[in-house]
Nanobody, 122 residues
Framework: QVQLVESGGGSVQAGGSLRLSCVTS????????WGWFRQAPGKEREGVAI???????RNVDSVKGRFSVSQDNAKNTLYLQMNSLKPEDTAIYYC????????????????WGQGTQVTVSS
């Protein structure tokens, strides 16, 4: 049974930092592309940062220079370091695994976690 469990969310003031973790089990971690996504109230889910099998990463423009995705294959864990947080970063953050390449489209990802709430106040 595949499980993806996010943690590390919380409430911070603008300019603060958080580090999200996604602990996985039941999945061949090093054979998947991984991504962090977020969904704010009333908005569609969007890709934020993605990482491929070789560790190549891509960030969406709105988080470039502030967010960094990484993975620890030995721990089967995905991370998202978020710095200089802004109120518009407020959303539920999800990790996901897919096999369709380094893409931001949520429909390209097969397995999803339950999400963790990030709230940034001004």
């Amino acid at each position: 049974q595949v499980q993806l469990v996010e943690s590390g969310g919380g409430s911070v003031q603008a300019g603060g930092s958080l580090r999200l973790s996604c602990v996985t089990s039941g999945i061949a971690f090093d054979r998947y592309y991984w991504g962090w996504f977020r969904q704010a109230p009333g908005k569609e889910r969007e890709g934020v940062a993605i990482i491929d099998l070789a560790g190549v990463t891509r960030n969406v423009d709105s988080v470039k220079g502030r967010f960094s995705v990484s993975q620890d294959n030995a721990k089967n864990t995905l991370y998202l370091q978020m710095n200089s947080l802004k109120p518009e970063d407020t959303a539920i953050y999800y990790c996901a695994a897919g096999t369709r390449g380094l893409v931001f489209a949520p429909e390209s990802y097969t397995y999803w976690g339950q999400g963790t709430q990030v709230t940034v106040s001004s």
